[in-house]
């Protein structure tokens, strides 16, 4: 099983700046990584698959990058939206695994 | 409007039974690449079995192989998962899913409000 880990466990930041979190797997997973957003009582929102490609309807200031083991994901410019938990997750092969996530506060 | 609504869920005891269904609407279950993935409360998520758009191939984790069955009905357009042996470690949200990332069929992310399962004597 791919161990996923994500760093920082939790990110202080405020509206307008700039957040940058990071995912690492435990073994090369190539470009089979999605990002996730999820809010309370809500169910995951795909930001990112492909590690670098946009979901439909997701907004240009979301940007991910990386492969093969170490991926990040961007936020350029924080709106109030935006204050939520953040999870990696690799689809490389079964079990896809979840990252323990980052929140955003 | 594409839609996952997930039932089926509630307390149960350990050792026993319970039995998810989720149903689409808008779209064809049949399809369809399709997951359960679960939430402990407070905690992170899990994809706990998946099965494939061609509806042969299963999956699951360890920790739930041998006690939960994912499957499909085609005609009612649901999906379900049996969960049998229920320990308190399941005790989650469960998510139904039609995950873009799990096959090339899926066409758009798709996921139920979740429901419920309490294991607990």
């Known amino acids: 099983e791919i161990v996923m880990t994500q760093s920082p466990a939790t990110l202080s930041v405020s509206p307008g700046e700039r957040a940058t979190l990071s995912c690492r797997t435990s073994q090369s997973v190539n470009s089979n990584l999605a990002w996730y957003q999820q809010k309370p009582g809500q169910p995951p929102r795909l930001l990112i698959h492909g590690a670098s490609t946009r979901a439909t309807g997701i907004p240009a200031r979301f940007s991910g990058s990386g492969s093969g083991t170490e991926f990040t994901l961007t936020i350029s410019s924080l709106q109030s939206e935006d204050f939520a938990v953040y999870y990696c997750q690799h689809y490389n092969n079964w079990p896809y695994t979840f990252g323990p996530g980052t929140r955003l506060e | 409007e594409v839609q996952l609504l997930e039932s089926g869920g509630g307390l149960v005891q350990p050792g026993g039974s319970l039995r998810l269904s989720c149903t689409a609407s808008g779209f064809s279950l049949s399809r369809n690449a399709m997951s359960w993935v679960r939430q402990a409360p407070g905690k992170g998520l899990e994809w706990v079995s998946a099965?494939?758009?061609?509806?042969?191939?299963?999956y699951y984790i360890d920790s739930v192989k041998g006690r939960f069955t994912i499957s499909r009905d085609n005609s009612k357009n649901t999906l379900s998962l049996q969960m049998n042996s229920l320990r308190a470690e399941d005790t989650a949200l469960y998510f139904c899913?039609?995950?873009?990332?799990?096959?090339?069929?899926?066409?758009?992310?798709?996921w139920g409000q979740g429901i419920l399962v309490t294991v607990s004597s």
């Open positions: 899913a039609s995950p873009f990332i799990q096959s090339p069929a899926n066409k758009f992310d798709c």
């Open positions: 099965l494939g758009s061609g509806g042969d191939s299963t």
